[in-house]
């Protein structure tokens, strides 16, 4: 098989194919036949099949991609974008469908809360389609997904520094966030720089760290296609601690980390 060769290119199984005709005759009698009734099987048609075809990528055209993309969607959306957009280009589908533009809520740490920071949610997004989610096998994403909290939260951030930076980078201080939340990441580098959460300086900060994020997620993957992926973390927090957490409990529960409820040994 082509490595650019489509979903659709690649051969829909009979099964799929005597469904999906079964959901075209069944959408056109109800009079809602859509442009896309190869998806609408039961068991979700070709979007569910995994792993999604991948090319690899390079980085940095990558991380430019990023850049210049959080200006417009932000740090998750920036990301997803990144990769997706150039896989709609040399793949085509699934990418083509796929609406890139919806994940722009993943910004200030889905829609303002400071959770997660954004381009760690997309990169988990991205790799877990690309290399297939967890129930499915897919073991590669689901690390991905926690090297990349793991990186994001000991880097010094911003890594990357765009070939045509919206500011100057003298202007950029570096900090290191010790998580992976938004709220902490952009809080710690804001009263690094003494920059307010408006500031042109503090918003490219966030363009470069997307930008960082796609970088090193595009590494990952690029490895994981030549079968030399290893995974960098092994945090397993329910299995040590019996409940889900970041790594630094002491940061926020000082030297007093509660002990929850653990399921009694038999
Ligand atoms: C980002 C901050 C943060 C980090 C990091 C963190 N926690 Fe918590 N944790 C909290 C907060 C806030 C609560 C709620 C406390 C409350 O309601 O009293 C909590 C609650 C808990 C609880 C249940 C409530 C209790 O008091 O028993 C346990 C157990 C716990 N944390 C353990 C851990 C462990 C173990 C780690 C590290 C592996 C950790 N936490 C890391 C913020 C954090």
Not at 46 to 73: F, H, I, M
Not at 122 to 131: R, S
Not at 166 to 187: A, F, M, R, Y
Not at 214 to 237: C, I, Q, R, T
Request: with cysteine; aromatic share 8%; hydrophobic share 35%.
């Amino acid at each position: 098989m082509e490595e650019n060769d489509t979903l659709e290119t690649k051969g829909l199984s009979r099964r799929q194919v005597i469904t999906g005709a079964g959901v075209l005759a069944a959408g056109a009698a109800v009079g809602r036949l859509t442009a896309w009734p190869s998806v609408a099987s039961a068991s979700g048609g070709s979007t569910e099949k995994w792993p999604w075809p991948y090319v690899k990528l390079d980085p940095t055209v990558t991380a430019e991609l990023a850049y210049n993309e959080w200006y417009r969607l932000f740090c998750g959306g920036a990301v997803i974008s990144s990769v997706f957009s150039q896989l709609r280009e040399k793949v085509g589908e699934p990418y083509k469908s796929f609406p890139i533009d919806s994940f722009v809520y993943m910004e200030g740490g889905v829609v303002g809360w400071g959770t997660i920071c954004g381009s760690n949610n997309g990169a988990a997004l991205v790799a877990n389609m690309i290399t297939g989610p967890r129930i499915a096998g897919g073991e590669a994403g689901h690390h991905m997904s926690s090297d990349m909290l793991e990186w994001y939260s000991n880097a010094s951030m911003p890594v990357f520094v765009p070939k045509t930076p919206k500011i100057n980078p003298d202007q950029i201080p570096h900090t290191v966030s010790e998580s992976p939340l938004c709220h902490v990441s952009v809080g710690r580098w804001m009263k690094e720089a003494n920059k307010p959460i408006g500031s042109p300086e503090r918003k490219d900060r966030c363009a470069r760290v997307a930008a960082s994020v796609a970088f090193h997620l595009v590494e990952m993957l690029n490895a994981w296609k030549d079968g030399k992926y290893e995974p960098a973390s092994s945090w397993s927090p329910v299995g040590d601690f019996g409940i889900n957490a970041q790594q630094n409990c002491t940061a926020c529960h000082g030297s007093d980390v509660p002990t929850p409820p653990m399921a009694k040994k038999s």
